[in-house]
């Protein structure tokens, strides 16, 4: 059976007090939009409406790569008016999903549980309960049974006391869907066309609405101001640090880890201290340690591997048994192979590093190939860029690069050469040779050093 998913995602967000559309907002990373259609796709013979309005052209330009129906919906009439602009994209024999593009934690197990509810004499129907329900549609039940139900300024003071609310997630027939819809009018305090109006019409029908709950009240919030989605974020954050605990990862704080992406290739025994951000699609290795105040971005570590704090991390590689950091950058291409030291105010860009190399201190390396047990001292710099084009710098086995040096590409230095402290390299450096170029030193004697005028 054919299911078509419907995402409401029209709304203005007028209290998240921003330019952005509402659902244009992310947690983790990722628009709260993208976390509705992510869940729902992963259901079989699903085919997904998304119905969207306010920020129109940014909506379909940030979001067009998802596989979707794009409705837009013109004027904002309500939620029914919202799905009355899909009518023609549902066939009446189509399990028919109701999402919102704003209520981004649902999860695939409670939506699951509706969609076994649904069958032709039917509506599924997910509800909570909640301690204040203030601002929430009431299930107005009789005998145990769901009659309607009450948007909260259309509430009388009695129906103000229910604790059950409507999520507004459902599932339905789409004949069914298309007839109710077709009835709905906007008699209402709002002018609405209100989606729960359908409730009643399915119970005057002797439809039953048969409802269901999700494991936690979290997963059906929607995001409304930025304290929510403050919430919200944590909230994801907290489920990703459990699951990686429960694979035996050690998290110094679970409070204070972000995964804003997903870790594919996992070791034993990782130990990540606090405020560690993974982003994009990473793989760490066995026996990782990871420093405090970290960001790991689209990246692959090796086998015992440490990196040492507040180091940035990007599109590179790093091989096992190498240090990093504290303070280090690895910028996207950076590839790093077994026992590599990279120390403290250390950049490298679009490198490779040989096996047991070290570049431990202050120095920036980009656009070049080191052998390996190559040692670059303090302060090098691999000038690679003459303002209009990047040239590439070739440094050989073994090859010793003295402190505070200058390797101003193209320029090759061979195997097992040794570049001076304090030399600007501009040509080739032969095999197994020193090479350095410096001012001759000299020293003026009887030279006063100036002293501050009286004024």
């Given amino acids: 059976m054919n299911i078509t998913t419907i995402i409401l995602a029209a709304g ?90 704003d209520v ?34 009431r299930i107005v039940r009789d005998a145990g049974k769901v009659k309607k139900i009450v948007e909260e300024k259309d509430a009388s003071a009695d129906e103000k006391l229910i604790t059950e609310v409507n999520t507004g997630i459902l599932a339905v027939f789409g004949g069914q869907l298309k007839k109710w819809l077709g009835q709905l009018t906007n008699n209402n305090a709002q002018g609405e066309f209100y989606l ?33 989605l403050s919430h919200l974020e944590r909230v994801y954050q907290l489920e990703q640090a459990n699951l990686l605990m429960e694979q035996g990862v050690t998290l ?67 091989g096992e048994g ?30 490779s590093v040989a096996q047991g190399s070290k570049i431990n201190h202050l120095s920036y ?8 047990k190559v040692n670059i001292g303090a302060g090098t710099i691999t000038c690679n860029y003459d303002g209009v084009n990047k040239f590439r710098t070739v440094i050989g086995d073994g090859a010793f690069i003295g402190s505070d040096s200058q390797l101003v590409a193209p320029v090759t230095i061979g195997k097992n050469a040794t570049i001076g402290a304090g030399s600007t390299i501009t040509k080739d450096s032969p095999e197994n040779q020193l090479t350095l170029s410096r001012v001759k030193q000299i020293s003026i004697e009887g030279w006063q050093r100036p002293v501050k005028q009286d004024k």
């Fill in 196 to 228: 729960t109006d359908i409730i009643e019409m399915a119970v005057a029908d002797g439809v039953d609405v048969v409802t269901s709950q999700p494991e936690t009240t979290d997963e059906v919030l929607g995001v409304n101001n930025r304290l929510q």
């Fill in 12 to 101: 203005k967000g007028t209290r998240m007090r921003s330019q952005l559309p509402k659902i244009l907002h992310k947690i983790a990373n990722k628009t709260l939009l993208q976390h509705v259609y992510d869940m729902s796709s992963t259901l079989e013979n699903n085919n997904i409406a998304i119905v969207y309005g306010h920020g129109a052209d940014q909506v379909r330009e940030t979001l067009k790569h998802l596989d979707a129906s794009w409705i837009e919906q013109k004027q904002q009439l309500g939620t029914g008016h919202a799905v009355q602009q899909v009518r023609e994209q549902f066939a009446d024999n189509d399990k028919v999903l109701i999402l919102y593009g």
């Fill in 252 to 318: 110094i704080d679970p409070s204070r880890f972000d995964l804003r992406g997903t870790i594919e290739n996992l070791g034993q025994d990782i130990v990540c201290d606090v405020n560690v951000i993974f982003e994009g699609n990473n793989s760490i290795g066995n026996n990782v340690r990871i420093g405090p105040n970290t960001l790991i971005i689209n990246s692959a570590i090796g086998d015992n591997v440490e990196i040492f704090a507040n180091c940035v991390i990007e599109n590179a590689e790093i």
């Fill in 104 to 137: 981004p934690l649902l999860k695939i197990s409670s939506i699951n549980k509706l969609l076994a509810n649904v069958d032709q004499q039917t509506l599924a129907l997910l509800t909570v309960k909640l301690d204040n329900p203030s601002g929430y549609g």
């Fill in 365 to 372: 390396i980009g656009d070049t190939t080191v052998g390996s």
């Fill in 322 to 351: 190498s240090r990093i950091g504290p303070y280090a950058r690895l910028r996207p291409e950076t590839v790093l192979a077994d026992h590599v030291h990279i120390g403290n105010f250390v950049e490298i860009k679009k490198s």
